[in-house]
């Protein structure tokens, strides 16, 4: 086929032998490489996912106390208002209590307006006659006072089991002889009486 002669074909077949071994050889090492790279690799690429999913959990977990933080000054912000089972609660424990009130309020404040509103929906779906008067110009919170103590008690205890806080106050009425429920200003979260 070629004209070369045998010693040429020996090295030739030598380097060739030679040159598979090498190659063989610089495969296997490669290869080994390859498996032992990828092992050293996957432990980072591993590190790394756990990394980023304990950031992940944090990012989460501080989202979730911005959301509660959020919710939490919502309510702090919301305007106090009577649902419509609070207000057939109140009526419940009212009914059939032969009781005038005055529904007194801050008339500056409108959030106290319609909580007076809504206050004096459910006195009136209780059957009680209601009066109002819009001349404080300070008050805070909700409280009754004026009238007979029992009455007083009744009232705020209707407020109370309705989930709604109000304030016995032995304080005279502004209406001087009425029984009144005083709506003032929505009281900060920090106030204490």
Do not use: C, H
Request: net charge neutral.
């Amino acid at each position: 086929m070629f004209n070369v002669s045998l010693p040429v074909a020996d090295a030739v077949f030598t380097w060739a032998n030679v040159v598979l071994v090498l190659g063989a050889v610089l495969a296997f090492v490669g290869t080994a490489g390859v498996f032992w790279s990828t092992g050293i690799r996957e432990r980072y690429a591993d590190e790394r996912i756990a990394a980023n999913e304990a950031e992940t959990a944090k990012a989460k977990a501080e989202t979730a106390r911005a959301l509660l933080e959020q919710e939490r000054l919502k309510a702090q912000m919301a305007w106090r208002r009577i649902a419509p089972s609070q207000a057939q609660r109140i009526a419940e424990e009212l009914r059939g209590e032969p009781l005038e009130v005055w529904v007194t309020f801050v008339g500056n404040d409108p959030e106290a307006t319609v909580f007076r509103e809504d206050i004096n929906s459910a006195l009136v779906a209780a059957g009680i006659k209601t009066k109002f008067f819009s001349g404080y110009e300070r008050a805070v919170g909700l409280s009754v006072k004026g009238g007979p103590p029992e009455q007083r008690a009744r009232l705020v205890n209707a407020f109370n089991a309705a989930g709604v806080p109000a304030l016995d106050s032995p304080e005279p009425s502004f209406m001087k002889t009425g029984l009144e429920v005083l709506v003032g200003t929505k009281p900060p979260p920090e106030f204490q009486r």
